[in-house]
């Protein structure tokens, strides 16, 4: 067979830049397991991004407590946050509220480019990156990007969780930075809730939160692949996987669709396997350890355009793996602009 014949059954990476599908959005799921690979270091003063229990712990968060919730307090966190707040102690959940929410609003991606940087590029508008953290570095990441010129043609954001960087206009139903004006009537954006970990979320209760899980049930519904990074979805939270799995539908209808979980090395890919088995259909996923051996990350901006040609073309595709690191973000601009102008070029 010469060369000529198997080309027809190639991808390039040339081609696969030049190639623009519009239609069906990737969907990102990130968790708190996200921002720990990208920030092993620390954010920009060095602060480890904590996980919940650890936040309640630096933060003496247990002192608010009553005393008959102390110790339980110490042991679980989140067990006892869900009592205090079935006993409707609302002085005590508001000042665990405010703290927590001073204490994420003050974590700052490092100034050098950063794997959020690197996610945010790899998608494009028609996708979209829903979230569990209440960090502020996904928007943090986007406004820098547009800031600097780089590009604004990003995924849309929706916060599961509510998040310290996102504010709600509840007249208008518009969100947007907090304490920034809402466009429709000036007034600024109010803090959107956060969520914590109790045993029942309701999830209809706070406007912007039924908003954003809106959008994730038609997300889920209309996408062709779907990534997880970094989440693991806690037992506490099967309403979060319960609600989602409403979205994606039957697996027997999402016969072509692809799930992709990303996690720490190490991790228990059987159990990871089993969590997502709702999302996964027959052998359509991958376990991997790395974001940068992922779909996004060996397709960025044309993970539609790969997954089409491999599995409803069944060609050979090429891989355009994003480096893993970028010095600066001169670097980052120069390494995305050919996808970038492909797409304007249309
Ligand atoms: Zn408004």
């Avoid at 990441?141 to 995924?155: F, H, N, V, Y």
Wanted: one cysteine or more; charged letters at 25%; a negative charge.
């Amino acid at each position: 067979m010469s060369t000529g014949d198997l080309s027809a059954y190639e991808v390039t990476v040339e081609q696969e830049i030049a190639m623009i599908l519009q239609g069906k959005p990737h969907i990102l799921l990130l968790g708190a397991g996200a921002s720990k690979a990208a920030l092993p270091n620390g954010d920009k003063h060095g602060r480890a991004v904590p996980l919940l229990r650890e936040v309640a712990e630096d933060l003496t968060l247990v002192d608010i407590f009553p005393d008959d919730l102390k110790g339980l307090a110490v042991r679980d966190f989140e067990a006892a946050y869900s009592k205090l707040f079935d006993q409707r102690s609302s002085d005590e959940l508001g000042k665990i509220d405010t703290r927590i929410r001073e204490y994420f609003s003050s974590f700052e991606l490092p100034d050098e480019p950063n794997l959020y940087d690197v996610i945010n590029l790899s998608l494009r508008d028609k996708d979209a990156i829903f979230t569990f953290n209440w960090d502020p570095f996904l928007v943090q990441s986007q406004r820098r990007l547009a800031k600097r010129g780089i590009t604004t043609r990003l995924p849309k954001l929706f916060f599961l969780h509510g998040n310290v960087a996102v504010g709600f206009c509840t007249k208008d139903s518009t969100s947007g930075l907090v304490g920034r004006p809402c466009s429709r009537c000036h007034q600024p954006f109010s803090p959107s809730v956060l969520l914590f970990p109790v045993e029942h979320k309701d999830y209809q209760s706070d406007s912007f939160i039924a908003r954003e899980w809106e959008a994730a049930r038609q997300y889920f519904r209309d996408c062709f692949m779907l990534s997880v990074f970094g989440y693991s979805a806690p037992t506490t939270d099967q309403e979060a996987i319960d609600l989602l799995k409403k979205g994606w539908g039957d697996i027997s209808e999402r016969a072509m669709e692809q799930t992709e979980i990303i996690n720490r090395p190490g991790a228990d890919r059987d159990k990871l396997r089993q969590t997502w088995a709702p999302f996964i259909h027959t052998h359509h996923y991958d376990v991997i350890e790395s974001f940068y051996d992922s779909f996004i990350a060996k397709h960025p901006r044309r993970t539609l355009e790969a997954y089409w040609n491999q599995y409803w073309e069944a060609k050979f595709i090429s891989d355009n793996t994003v480096p893993q690191q970028f010095a600066t973000f001169e670097e980052v601009a120069a390494w995305y602009k050919p996808l970038l102008d492909a797409e304007t070029a249309q």
